[in-house]
T-cell receptor, first 115, second 111 residues
Framework: SAVISQKPSRDICQRGTSLTIQCQVD?????MFWYRQQPGQSLTLIAT?????????ESGFVIDKFPISRPNLTFSTLTVSNMSPEDSSIYLC????????????FGPGTRLLVL | SQQGEEDPQALSIQEGENATMNCSYK?????LQWYRQNSGRGLVHLIL?????REKHSGRLRVTLDTSKKSSSLLITASRAADTASYFC???????????FGSGTRLQVQP
Protein backbone atom coordinates (compact mmCIF):
# COMPACT_ATOMS: atom_id res chain seq x y z
CA SER A 1 0.00 0.00 0.00
CA ALA A 2 1.02 3.63 -0.41
CA VAL A 3 1.58 6.01 2.48
CA ILE A 4 0.27 9.48 1.77
CA SER A 5 0.67 12.65 3.78
CA GLN A 6 -1.10 15.97 3.35
CA LYS A 7 -0.31 19.45 4.59
CA PRO A 8 -1.90 21.29 6.22
CA SER A 9 -4.16 18.93 8.11
CA ARG A 10 -6.60 21.76 8.72
CA ASP A 11 -6.87 25.49 8.25
CA ILE A 12 -9.24 28.38 8.81
CA CYS A 13 -9.10 30.98 6.06
CA GLN A 14 -10.72 34.28 5.22
CA ARG A 15 -12.86 34.60 2.13
CA GLY A 16 -11.06 35.90 -0.92
CA THR A 17 -7.75 34.28 0.04
CA SER A 18 -6.12 31.15 -1.42
CA LEU A 19 -4.76 28.00 0.19
CA THR A 20 -2.35 25.48 -1.28
CA ILE A 21 -2.63 21.90 -0.11
CA GLN A 22 0.31 19.55 -0.50
CA CYS A 23 0.16 15.81 -1.08
CA GLN A 24 3.26 13.62 -0.68
CA VAL A 25 3.46 9.90 -1.49
CA ASP A 26 6.13 7.48 -0.29
CA UNK A 27 6.52 5.88 -3.73
CA UNK A 28 6.41 6.95 -7.35
CA UNK A 29 2.92 6.91 -8.81
CA UNK A 30 1.61 7.75 -12.25
CA UNK A 31 -1.73 9.22 -11.35
CA MET A 32 -2.87 11.25 -8.38
CA PHE A 33 -6.44 12.25 -7.71
CA TRP A 34 -7.95 15.14 -5.80
CA TYR A 35 -11.37 14.81 -4.18
CA ARG A 36 -13.60 17.14 -2.24
CA GLN A 37 -15.94 16.12 0.56
CA GLN A 38 -18.42 18.78 1.55
CA PRO A 39 -19.85 18.66 5.08
CA GLY A 40 -21.97 15.57 5.60
CA GLN A 41 -21.54 14.49 1.99
CA SER A 42 -19.68 11.87 0.02
CA LEU A 43 -16.56 12.39 -2.05
CA THR A 44 -16.55 14.12 -5.42
CA LEU A 45 -13.61 14.01 -7.81
CA ILE A 46 -12.09 17.41 -8.57
CA ALA A 47 -9.35 16.40 -11.00
CA THR A 48 -6.82 13.79 -12.04
CA UNK A 49 -3.16 14.80 -12.08
CA UNK A 50 -0.53 13.10 -14.21
CA UNK A 51 3.10 14.05 -13.95
CA UNK A 52 4.21 16.14 -16.91
CA UNK A 53 0.77 17.04 -18.21
CA UNK A 54 -2.12 19.32 -17.40
CA UNK A 55 -4.59 18.07 -14.84
CA UNK A 56 -7.93 16.80 -16.11
CA UNK A 57 -10.86 18.44 -14.35
CA GLU A 58 -14.32 17.06 -13.71
CA SER A 59 -17.44 18.88 -14.74
CA GLY A 60 -18.07 21.76 -12.36
CA PHE A 61 -14.42 22.28 -11.47
CA VAL A 62 -12.13 24.68 -13.32
CA ILE A 63 -8.41 25.28 -13.35
CA ASP A 64 -8.69 28.94 -12.37
CA LYS A 65 -10.44 27.98 -9.14
CA PHE A 66 -8.48 24.78 -8.39
CA PRO A 67 -5.04 24.97 -10.01
CA ILE A 68 -3.04 21.78 -9.60
CA SER A 69 0.67 21.14 -9.91
CA ARG A 70 2.35 17.78 -10.38
CA PRO A 71 6.09 18.45 -10.53
CA ASN A 72 7.23 14.86 -9.98
CA LEU A 73 5.98 11.33 -9.39
CA THR A 74 5.64 11.64 -5.60
CA PHE A 75 4.16 15.09 -5.09
CA SER A 76 1.18 17.25 -6.03
CA THR A 77 -0.46 20.45 -4.86
CA LEU A 78 -4.03 21.68 -5.08
CA THR A 79 -4.77 25.36 -4.62
CA VAL A 80 -8.21 26.57 -3.63
CA SER A 81 -8.35 30.10 -5.00
CA ASN A 82 -10.44 33.11 -4.06
CA MET A 83 -12.16 31.12 -1.36
CA SER A 84 -15.75 31.51 -0.23
CA PRO A 85 -17.58 29.76 2.62
CA GLU A 86 -18.92 27.25 0.08
CA ASP A 87 -15.35 25.94 -0.29
CA SER A 88 -15.38 24.72 3.30
CA SER A 89 -14.75 21.00 2.85
CA ILE A 90 -12.31 18.21 3.38
CA TYR A 91 -9.89 17.91 0.48
CA LEU A 92 -8.29 14.51 -0.08
CA CYS A 93 -5.66 13.23 -2.45
CA UNK A 94 -5.39 9.61 -3.49
CA UNK A 95 -3.15 7.36 -5.54
CA UNK A 96 -3.39 3.99 -7.18
CA UNK A 97 -1.30 1.20 -5.78
CA UNK A 98 -1.20 -2.56 -5.44
CA UNK A 99 -0.54 -5.40 -7.83
CA UNK A 100 -2.73 -4.14 -10.64
CA UNK A 101 -2.83 -0.46 -9.74
CA UNK A 102 -6.49 -0.90 -8.84
CA UNK A 103 -6.61 -0.07 -5.17
CA UNK A 104 -6.81 3.61 -4.31
CA UNK A 105 -5.31 4.83 -1.09
CA PHE A 106 -6.18 8.15 0.43
CA GLY A 107 -4.32 10.75 2.37
CA PRO A 108 -5.59 11.91 5.77
CA GLY A 109 -7.32 14.91 4.22
CA THR A 110 -7.16 18.67 4.71
CA ARG A 111 -10.08 20.14 6.59
CA LEU A 112 -10.73 23.67 5.35
CA LEU A 113 -13.05 26.21 6.95
CA VAL A 114 -13.63 29.48 5.13
CA LEU A 115 -15.07 32.36 7.12
CA SER B 1 -20.74 12.97 -9.91
CA GLN B 2 -22.40 10.60 -7.53
CA GLN B 3 -23.20 7.33 -9.17
CA GLY B 4 -24.33 5.08 -6.41
CA GLU B 5 -26.72 5.01 -3.59
CA GLU B 6 -26.11 3.27 -0.33
CA ASP B 7 -28.68 2.04 2.09
CA PRO B 8 -29.39 2.42 4.79
CA GLN B 9 -28.17 5.99 5.17
CA ALA B 10 -27.77 5.34 8.87
CA LEU B 11 -27.65 2.16 10.92
CA SER B 12 -27.54 1.72 14.68
CA ILE B 13 -26.84 -1.69 16.19
CA GLN B 14 -25.61 -3.26 19.40
CA GLU B 15 -22.11 -4.62 19.85
CA GLY B 16 -21.91 -8.22 18.72
CA GLU B 17 -24.61 -7.86 16.09
CA ASN B 18 -23.95 -8.00 12.36
CA ALA B 19 -24.18 -4.91 10.16
CA THR B 20 -25.12 -5.05 6.50
CA MET B 21 -24.74 -2.13 4.12
CA ASN B 22 -25.85 -2.11 0.51
CA CYS B 23 -24.54 -0.21 -2.48
CA SER B 24 -26.06 0.22 -5.92
CA TYR B 25 -24.39 1.67 -8.98
CA LYS B 26 -25.35 2.50 -12.54
CA UNK B 27 -22.55 1.85 -14.99
CA UNK B 28 -20.16 -0.88 -16.06
CA UNK B 29 -17.36 -1.39 -13.56
CA UNK B 30 -13.93 -3.00 -13.27
CA UNK B 31 -14.03 -3.20 -9.51
CA LEU B 32 -15.80 -1.98 -6.42
CA GLN B 33 -14.03 -0.85 -3.26
CA TRP B 34 -15.27 -0.28 0.27
CA TYR B 35 -13.85 2.37 2.59
CA ARG B 36 -14.30 3.41 6.20
CA GLN B 37 -14.10 7.00 7.41
CA ASN B 38 -13.93 7.92 11.07
CA SER B 39 -15.26 11.33 12.08
CA GLY B 40 -14.45 13.14 8.83
CA ARG B 41 -10.87 11.94 8.68
CA GLY B 42 -9.11 10.18 5.83
CA LEU B 43 -10.51 7.10 4.17
CA VAL B 44 -9.27 3.66 5.14
CA HIS B 45 -9.37 1.06 2.39
CA LEU B 46 -11.21 -2.07 3.50
CA ILE B 47 -11.58 -4.37 0.54
CA LEU B 48 -11.63 -4.49 -3.26
CA UNK B 49 -13.76 -6.87 -5.28
CA UNK B 50 -13.32 -7.24 -9.02
CA UNK B 51 -16.17 -7.41 -11.50
CA UNK B 52 -15.54 -11.11 -12.14
CA UNK B 53 -15.73 -11.98 -8.44
CA ARG B 54 -18.92 -12.63 -6.51
CA GLU B 55 -17.77 -12.75 -2.91
CA LYS B 56 -14.71 -11.82 -0.89
CA HIS B 57 -13.77 -12.09 2.76
CA SER B 58 -11.31 -10.19 4.92
CA GLY B 59 -11.39 -10.86 8.65
CA ARG B 60 -14.85 -9.88 9.88
CA LEU B 61 -15.77 -8.36 6.53
CA ARG B 62 -17.70 -10.08 3.78
CA VAL B 63 -18.38 -8.36 0.48
CA THR B 64 -20.64 -9.57 -2.29
CA LEU B 65 -21.02 -8.25 -5.80
CA ASP B 66 -23.90 -8.85 -8.20
CA THR B 67 -23.06 -7.22 -11.51
CA SER B 68 -26.42 -8.23 -13.04
CA LYS B 69 -28.19 -6.19 -10.39
CA LYS B 70 -25.41 -3.59 -10.19
CA SER B 71 -25.26 -3.95 -6.44
CA SER B 72 -22.86 -4.85 -3.66
CA SER B 73 -23.16 -5.48 0.05
CA LEU B 74 -20.75 -5.19 2.94
CA LEU B 75 -21.33 -7.37 5.98
CA ILE B 76 -19.49 -6.70 9.22
CA THR B 77 -19.86 -9.59 11.61
CA ALA B 78 -19.68 -9.42 15.40
CA SER B 79 -19.51 -5.64 15.34
CA ARG B 80 -17.54 -3.63 17.87
CA ALA B 81 -17.87 -0.09 19.13
CA ALA B 82 -14.69 0.70 17.19
CA ASP B 83 -16.54 -0.09 13.96
CA THR B 84 -18.55 3.10 14.42
CA ALA B 85 -17.80 5.12 11.28
CA SER B 86 -19.12 6.05 7.86
CA TYR B 87 -18.76 3.42 5.17
CA PHE B 88 -18.52 4.23 1.48
CA CYS B 89 -18.58 2.10 -1.61
CA UNK B 90 -16.67 3.35 -4.64
CA UNK B 91 -16.66 1.97 -8.14
CA UNK B 92 -13.77 1.78 -10.55
CA UNK B 93 -15.77 2.39 -13.69
CA UNK B 94 -14.81 0.92 -17.03
CA UNK B 95 -12.59 3.34 -18.92
CA UNK B 96 -11.98 5.55 -15.92
CA UNK B 97 -9.21 5.49 -13.35
CA UNK B 98 -10.79 7.68 -10.68
CA UNK B 99 -13.39 6.30 -8.31
CA UNK B 100 -17.08 7.18 -8.16
CA PHE B 101 -18.38 7.20 -4.61
CA GLY B 102 -21.70 6.16 -3.17
CA SER B 103 -23.58 8.28 -0.71
CA GLY B 104 -22.32 6.41 2.36
CA THR B 105 -23.79 4.68 5.39
CA ARG B 106 -23.26 5.99 8.92
CA LEU B 107 -22.87 3.05 11.27
CA GLN B 108 -23.25 3.46 15.02
CA VAL B 109 -22.34 0.48 17.18
CA GLN B 110 -23.64 0.81 20.71
CA PRO B 111 -21.45 -0.75 23.42
Amino acid sequence: SAVISQKPSRDICQRGTSLTIQCQVDSQVTMMFWYRQQPGQSLTLIATANQGSEATYESGFVIDKFPISRPNLTFSTLTVSNMSPEDSSIYLCSVESGDYQETQYFGPGTRLLVL
Amino acid sequence: SQQGEEDPQALSIQEGENATMNCSYKTSINNLQWYRQNSGRGLVHLILIRSNEREKHSGRLRVTLDTSKKSSSLLITASRAADTASYFCATGDTGRRALTFGSGTRLQVQP
